[in-house]
């Protein structure tokens, strides 16, 4: 099974769809919210992205929710 961790905010829709997206495929995550955790916000900065979602699986990051990455890196 493949490790997934999203960075999310609280405010973020883009962010509650895509959790909304892996718990409706059965996909099992991390979640890391920037709001509430800085090492989330230091994770981000440290590797470029200036705003959520981020969505690592197996330590690549998708920046931003685009299904069909999500899907094809999934194996859905």
């Known amino acids: 099974m ?3 961790t999203i960075y999310t905010s609280n405010t973020c ?3 509650k769809a ?8 059965n ?6 919210n920037v709001d509430e955790d800085r090492s989330a916000i230091d994770y981000l900065v440290e590797n ?4 959520v ?3 690592n699986i197996d ?4 920046v931003g929710f ?3 990455v999500v899907d094809e890196k999934l194996g859905l």
């Not at 895509?18 to 495929?25: C, I, R, S």
């Not at 996909?27 to 890391?32: L, S």
């Not at 330590?59 to 998708?62: Q, S, V």
């Open 66 to 68: 685009n299904k069909e």
């Open 53 to 55: 979602p981020v969505i």
């Open 18 to 25: 895509a959790k909304n997206y892996l718990k409706e495929n």
């Open 2 to 4: 493949k490790k997934v």
């Open 59 to 62: 330590g690549e990051d998708i």
């Open 27 to 32: 996909i099992d995550f991390e979640e890391k």
């Open 48 to 51: 470029g992205h200036r705003g």
């Open 13 to 15: 829709p883009h962010c």
